[in-house]
């Protein structure tokens, strides 16, 4: 296999005026040139210069090879100077997958500095489920994710990143049609509003209020897969929802509706909380921009 050096060497010989204008392009020496070029005639067992008098000067092969290898040599240089800079320089894409509602309140205080700091960066945001999120990941489809638990699939590495409270929350016009449950036996009783059938959300909120296994509750109204929609028909009163606190934080300043504590709160339960994790493959190249973006998101700040 012919040496890349040679090759530039040669071409630095075939458009340089003097071998000593090419070894000073070429940071070398006149001798180098004269022997590195030798060695490529020699590989390739045609002349490419010949003396005529007191001048070098390219033959007939070697012209042909000098202006068949000028173009390829501006696209290798410039791929080289790409890829050089794609390690450098902060910009170009990262796709950035999140679960909806935390990542509308956690991404944009972490994305804008970063955006105003990097102008060539363009970032692309994807909302769908972790788990759908951590395969894209691994497809290669998406660059870090938030993940709602440490990694399932192979070759994910992954770092917490921030820890959700789940609170259950009820409207006034639903506590006053239905009264306020205290017990156990009580809040089981009681109309409820649940993501899916897994009840991610309720399970977790359950076990730190009374203990024991995540019970569903008896009376399901609805499985709403939006914790926006689920939060809406809390606060018309429809059911009892398990929602993150960042989420109802609003509705609870506003009065639109109350968290429901155990035992009317003459006892205070362990906080149910789930942490979430930032992800990213183990095997990706590590770019410019995904080093920036991944340290933003990792980066301390405004709590979700």
Same mark, same amino acid.
């Given at each position: ?44 067992? +045609? ?66 500095? *970063?955006? =105003? ?6 970032? =692309? ?68 509003? +649940? ?47 398990? *929602? ?61």
């Amino acid at each position: 296999m012919l040496n890349y050096e040679l090759l530039r060497t040669f071409l630095a010989a075939g458009t340089a005026p003097t071998f000593t204008a090419a070894a000073a392009g070429r940071h070398i020496s006149i001798s180098a040139v004269s022997q590195q070029i030798r060695a490529l005639e020699v590989q390739l067992g +045609v002349p490419l210069f010949e003396r005529a008098g007191r001048r070098v000067r390219l033959t007939p092969a070697g012209q042909g090879l000098v202006a068949a290898l000028r173009p390829a040599f501006v696209q290798i240089e410039a791929a080289l100077a790409a890829t050089l800079a794609d390690h450098a320089v902060v910009r170009g894409p990262v796709a950035i997958g999140a679960p909806r509602s935390f990542g509308r309140v956690w991404l944009h205080p972490r994305l804008a500095p *970063l955006l =105003r700091a990097h102008p060539e960066l363009a970032v =692309r945001i994807e909302f769908d489920v972790p788990s759908a999120l951590e395969r894209r990941l691994v497809d290669g489809a998406l660059d870090l994710v938030v993940l709602a638990q440490p990694a399932e699939l192979a070759g994910v590495a992954t770092q917490a990143i921030a820890s959700e409270t789940f609170v259950a929350v009820a409207s006034p016009a639903y506590l006053r049609a239905h009264g306020a449950p205290r017990t156990r036996a009580e809040f089981q009783r009681h109309r409820f509003l +649940v993501f899916d059938r897994d009840a991610a959300m309720h399970g977790p909120w359950w076990r730190a209020a009374f203990g024991g296994r995540g019970e569903l509750p008896a009376t399901i109204v609805g499985e709403v897969a939006s914790l926006e929609e689920m939060q809406a028909l809390a606060e018309e009163g429809v059911a009892i929802a398990v *929602l993150p606190d960042y989420l109802v934080a609003p509705a609870l300043t506003a009065g639109r509706l109350v968290v429901l504590a155990p035992d009317g709160g003459a006892r205070r339960p362990r906080p149910a909380r789930n942490t979430l994790f930032l992800g990213w493959r183990t095997s990706a190249i590590t770019t410019a921009r995904l080093r920036a973006t991944r340290e933003a998101l990792l980066a301390p700040g405004p709590r979700a």
